[in-house]
């Protein structure tokens, strides 16, 4: 029972590089959402996609993009990283109004 | 849009003993969903508690128990007979209509022996 995977764990990026970080849900979930964490601003929305083929904007935005490729998958792609984007990022999903979201466990992302 | 409030960034408490974490949000909703997460050192994120806004009787899991005021807009949460393993990062969010859950910055939790 994977529940939500993340790939990769860790990464490390020179500035201006692109990546991709990836996220499956094997939950049958419709919601998925990309999260940032930093020290003293707890989980700050990058994107969220409440069905497949729907995408929106979070609260940081800037810098991202992401595409929901099908209802399992929600990527996030970085196309020129900065130091600013060293994070933690979380991928997560939810079935139901009433439920919980589910968490990967993270991507630590260090851009130099 | 709706923000969520922790105004406690670190607390403390002696194990066995009782703690309560504070968290207030802002909407102009009337159905939503509130919860807390625990973030230990490992990283992952676990569900503590749930509440449905429309349900007026406070959600309860265990030592786990949480005062919502609707009107307040307030959602605290109460650990009672705190033990070693509860020492993590504690995070507040507010859910509402499936598609957007915001977090509050959270609080670091440290139970001392």
């Known amino acids: 029972n994977a529940g939500v995977t993340q790939t990769p764990k860790f990464q490390v990026l020179k500035t201006g590089q692109s990546m991709t970080l990836q996220c499956a849900q094997d939950m049958n979930h419709n919601s998925m959402y990309w999260y940032r964490q930093d020290p003293g601003m707890g989980l700050r929305l990058i994107y969220y996609s409440a069905s497949e083929g729907t995408t929106d904007k979070g609260e940081v935005p800037n810098g991202y993009n992401v595409s929901r490729l099908n209802k399992r998958e929600f990527s996030l792609r970085l196309e020129s990283a900065a130091p600013s984007q060293t994070s933690v990022y979380f991928c997560?999903?939810?079935?139901?109004?009433?439920?919980?979201?589910?968490f990967g466990q993270g991507t630590r992302l260090t851009v130099v | 849009a709706q923000t969520v409030t922790q105004s406690q960034p670190e607390m403390s408490v002696q194990e066995a003993e009782t703690v309560t974490l504070s968290c207030t949000y802002d909407?102009?909703?009337?159905?939503?969903?509130l919860f807390w997460y625990k973030q230990p050192p490992s990283r992952q994120m676990i569900l503590v508690i749930r509440?449905?806004?429309?349900?007026?009787q406070n959600a309860t899991e265990n030592r786990f128990s949480v005062n919502f005021q609707k009107a307040a807009k307030s959602f605290s949460l109460k650990i009672s007979d705190s033990q070693l393993g509860d020492t993590a990062m504690y995070f507040c969010a507010y859910f509402y209509n499936n598609n957007d859950m915001r977090f509050g910055a959270g609080t670091r939790l440290t139970v001392k022996p």
């Open positions: 909407t102009s909703e009337n159905n939503y969903y």
């Open positions: 509440q449905e806004a429309y349900k007026q």
């Open positions: 997560a999903s939810n079935g139901r109004t009433n439920t919980e979201a589910f």
